[in-house]
């Protein structure tokens, strides 16, 4: 989709410090970390956000938990990590092409703010 910055990085026109990639999805490093351990995993195809990627996608929806699974392992944290899918600008989502946040190498306090 143009104007879209996930997009970008997924086409490789805009770098970033990717740690996996498949067929369905691409996983990189959160420019801005909340966390020693913040990696955004984003479909290939562009949908606005989880909802939608559920509905038009369910088994690339399935691939993407699995990746973020995969990351939080290679990332040394698969016994405690977070999955975050902001949703909607009131929910402090700012980029509008569906992303998992994959938090962790912290305590995370619960609720969250
Ligand atoms: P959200 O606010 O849930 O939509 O999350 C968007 C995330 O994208 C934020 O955590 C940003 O720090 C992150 N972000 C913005 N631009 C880039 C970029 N060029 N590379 C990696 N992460 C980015």
Same mark, same amino acid.
């Given at each position: 989709?143009?104007?879209?910055l996930?997009?970008? =990085?997924?086409?490789?026109? =805009?770098? *970033?410090? =990717?740690?996996?990639?498949?067929?369905?999805?691409?996983?990189?490093?959160?420019?801005?970390?909340?966390?020693?351990?913040?990696?955004?995993?984003?479909?290939?195809?562009?949908?606005?956000?989880?909802?939608?990627?559920?509905?038009? &996608?369910? *088994?690339?929806?399935?691939?993407?938990?699995?990746?973020?699974?995969?990351? &939080?392992?290679?990332?040394?944290?698969?016994?405690?990590?977070?999955?975050?899918?902001?949703?909607?600008?009131?929910?402090?989502?700012t980029v509008?092409h569906?992303?998992?946040?994959?938090?962790?190498?912290?305590?995370?306090?619960?609720?969250?703010?």
């Amino acid at each position: 989709m143009a104007d879209c910055l996930f997009c970008s =990085i997924v086409a490789g026109d =805009i770098p *970033a410090d =990717i740690v996996l990639s498949n067929d369905d999805v691409v996983a990189f490093r959160d420019i801005a970390p909340q966390a020693p351990v913040h990696v955004l995993v984003v479909p290939r195809d562009h949908h606005a956000n989880v909802g939608e990627l559920a509905s038009d &996608a369910p *088994a690339t929806t399935a691939t993407l938990l699995q990746a973020a699974q995969e990351v &939080a392992a290679n990332e040394g944290v698969g016994d405690a990590y977070r999955v975050v899918f902001n949703t909607g600008a009131g929910a402090g989502q700012t980029v509008f092409h569906v992303h998992a946040h994959v938090i962790g190498g912290r305590n995370l306090e619960w609720p969250p703010g």
